[in-house]
């Protein structure tokens, strides 16, 4: 019963949190992203100091904290198109 609980919930949670932090670790200025709260913006200033990034978006600029980045959104905004 634990080895189940730990496939189907632990695991899982466990390879999200290491994307995130990976994601986190490697957004750098010019970079398109959405935050979780749906503000789509690009990074102009990261923070190593306070792990903060300053987005740019067409109301202005903003200072979030990168935690408040979405990777799924970010990653799906960024994703080159299969269209033709």
């Known amino acids: 019963m634990i080895a189940v609980l730990y ?5 899982p949670s466990l390879k999200k949190q ?3 932090k990976n994601f986190i670790a490697s957004v750098k200025k010019g970079d398109r992203v959405i935050t979780k709260s ?3 913006g690009k990074i102009v200033e990261l923070n190593d100091k306070d792990h903060t ?3 740019e978006t067409g109301a202005g600029k903003i200072k979030f904290e990168r935690a408040a980045l979405s990777v799924e ?3 799906r ?3 080159p198109s ?3």
């Open 7 to 11: 496939f189907l919930i632990i695991a």
């Open 18 to 20: 290491k994307k995130e």
């Open 38 to 40: 749906g503000i789509h």
């Open 53 to 55: 990034c300053v987005i």
């Open 73 to 75: 959104a970010s990653a």
């Open 77 to 79: 905004l960024n994703k």
């Open 82 to 84: 299969d269209k033709k």
